[in-house]
């Protein structure tokens, strides 16, 4: 057999390169072309004649020190194949080259590739487009979440501090609630009516630092020196924010190295005061410090730090104004409820418990007074309402009934009458119950209770052996609508050692409570209570039938008689007076 069989003929292997669509080209050692097929020169935009001996590098001088001139040199220098891809500035096409080194020169094959990488940088294109789409969306989730946690806040601020009326609860709350959300740490400053800043709000994301923060803010007011945020923002009313603190800015805000040394722990890094500004007056401010790793406050937590201030001076505010309501109310409440009088064996004692809800002040009333005869009226009322209003209207009303009873010497029935046509002459716009008892001695010392009721729950009264009984007469109308019918009066004995109970409705109405039902349980404490002394009589009362919540008003008047033989026992309160005269006695 013939040692060349089964290889080529070279001039059928020049054949075959010459048919190739992929572009080949071969190099000598003086980078000429020594070889180019047709596809070679035609992706070159040259011809095969005007290429073959020609120099590459000043055929083409743009490609000297560029890729293709690293790739050529790199193989021709290590005997190494490589290939690259790259851009080609004079044809504006990118090529992908492979080169190997031979014998005959250097071997160069190599593609247009220009439409593979055009459709390759539209779907990277396309694959970053999606993931930034991708991105924008999460971004605008996580912003929507935190707008959406940041209006969360500043509602829960305007419930948590309206909802109770001391401030100091209400700045903690306001503290515990900004916290994490707007800052690691923070503390709220209070200024009280003196002038004097209290650090009373106080939270910490972290607990293991709350103690290093509480050291801190502990002598936080007396280190502060003036440029310090807070005392900068009390004075201007903006906010101050310090975006980066640093050790200089620390030594000029805080005086006492101590105190600058109980701040170390906690490694503040950036700094937001806010001004606690409402109507025009300064209640406190607000600091909210971050540490090293969250770093800066964003400007969307600014913003909503600077609204929460707002938002939490104006409950302060709110509060102040309630607790100003509240001061007036009670007052005006104890102006009106004045201490009953206390004749001569007659004991007396009055409880007034205001609706839990709103002013602590309402239309219930008490009275007791003596008229010129000696007699002793007292009263007892309901202004319908639990307000100002009401209290205003009460007080009209008891007036009424004080002169009149006073004045006329009549009984309790003519009494009401005149007060009803009073209260509509003089167009007092005040529609009450009342309850009217005068207690008599008659010439021969028995001593009587007798009384008339406009609209309002009939009196109890308790033996000395513990009986109670319901003190019934015809009930008239409520005051203040002109009733021109007839009103009568109830009469009954009043034994030494007997107990005459006034209340209002308040006592014993409750929802799910029939009335019936709860005028019972009054009877049965009452009951109980036979041996007891007035003042725990009355304070039990109020315990068992409304402890701690009251739905509405409430007030008790309870009466105990005594034998002319009874010693008042010493202690506080009006001195007693000698019916007849009004003497002390």
């Not at 501090?161 to 503390?187: G, I, K, N």
């Not at 709860?518 to 109980?528: E, F, H, I, N, P």
Request: glycine share 10%.
């Amino acid at each position: 057999m013939d040692r060349d069989a089964g290889v080529p003929p070279s001039d059928l292997l020049v054949q075959a390169v010459e048919g190739m669509e992929r572009p080949l080209l071969v190099l000598d050692a003086d980078w000429r072309f020594s070889y180019i097929n047709r596809a070679g020169a035609a992706a070159l935009g040259r011809t095969v004649e005007g290429l073959l001996g020609r120099c590459l590098w000043e055929e083409f001088p743009q490609a000297v020190g560029g890729p293709f001139d690293a790739l050529y040199r790199h193989v021709r220098a290590t005997g190494e194949s490589a290939s690259t891809e790259a851009w080609f500035p004079p044809l504006r096409s990118w090529f992908r080259a492979d080169a190997f080194l031979t014998g005959a020169g250097l071997v160069v094959t190599y593609d247009d590739v220009t439409e593979r990488r055009a459709v390759e940088e539209e779907r990277a294109a396309a694959v970053a487009a999606r993931e930034e789409a991708a991105r924008a969306a999460a971004e605008a989730a996580a912003s929507a979440e935190r707008a959406g946690r940041h209006l969360m806040l500043l509602g829960d601020i305007n419930l948590a501090m309206t909802s109770t009326v001391d401030v100091d609860e209400a700045v903690d709350r306001f503290a515990h609630l900004v916290v994490p959300l707007l800052a690691d740490w923070c503390v709220v400053s209070v200024v009280d009516p003196g002038g004097v800043r209290r650090d009373v709000g106080r939270a910490h994301r972290d607990p293991a630092l709350v103690a290093a923060m509480h050291r801190y803010a502990d002598a936080r007011v007396q280190a502060n020196n003036p440029t310090a945020p807070v005392p900068t923002a009390l004075r201007s009313g903006r906010p101050v924010v310090l975006p980066e603190v640093t050790a200089e800015q620390v030594e000029q805000m805080v005086a006492d190295p101590a105190t600058r040394d109980l701040l170390g722990p906690l490694q503040v890094s950036a700094v937001a005061t806010f001004p606690l500004l409402a109507r025009g007056e300064l209640f406190g401010a607000l600091t909210l410090v971050n540490g090293p790793e969250r770093g800066p406050h964003t400007d969307e937590e600014l913003r909503t730090a600077e609204i929460a201030s707002r938002r939490a001076a104006l409950a302060l505010d709110n509060s102040r104004l309630s607790a100003a309501n509240q001061q007036v109310a009670e007052r005006l409440q104890r102006s009106l409820l004045s201490p009953p009088v206390q004749p001569d064996h007659l004991e007396l004692a009055v409880r007034y418990r205001p609706a839990t809800r709103g002013v602590a002040i309402g239309g219930d009333w008490y009275d007791a007074f003596l008229q010129p005869d000696g007699d002793t009226v007292v009263v007892i009322g309901d202004v319908m309402g639990h307000d100002i209003e009401a209290a205003a209207g009460m007080g009209q009303v008891k007036t009424l009934v004080r002169a009149i009873a006073y004045d006329r010497l009549e009984e309790p029935a003519g009494v009401l009458r005149r007060v009803d046509h009073a209260l509509v002459g003089l167009a007092v716009p005040t529609m009450a119950t009342a309850l009217v008892c005068r207690v008599e001695l008659t010439d021969a010392g028995v001593r009587r209770l007798r009384w008339s009721s406009a609209g309002h729950p009939d009196p109890l009264l308790l033996a000395p052996d513990g009986t109670v009984s319901d003190l019934s007469a015809p009930v008239g109308p409520p005051l203040g609508i002109g009733w021109r019918g007839p009103r009568a009066d109830g009469l009954a004995a009043l034994p030494d050692g007997g107990t005459v109970l006034l209340f209002t409705d308040g006592l014993f109405e409750r929802r799910g409570l029939g009335l019936d039902e709860g005028r019972d349980q009054v009877r049965r404490l009452l009951a109980a209570g036979a041996g007891e002394s007035l003042d725990v009589l009355c304070d039990r009362l109020l315990a068992e039938m409304v402890g701690g919540g009251v739905e509405d008003d409430v007030a008790v008047l309870a009466v105990r008689a005594h034998p002319p033989t009874w010693e008042r026992p010493p202690g506080p309160g009006p001195a007693p007076v000698r019916p007849g005269g009004g003497r002390p006695v």
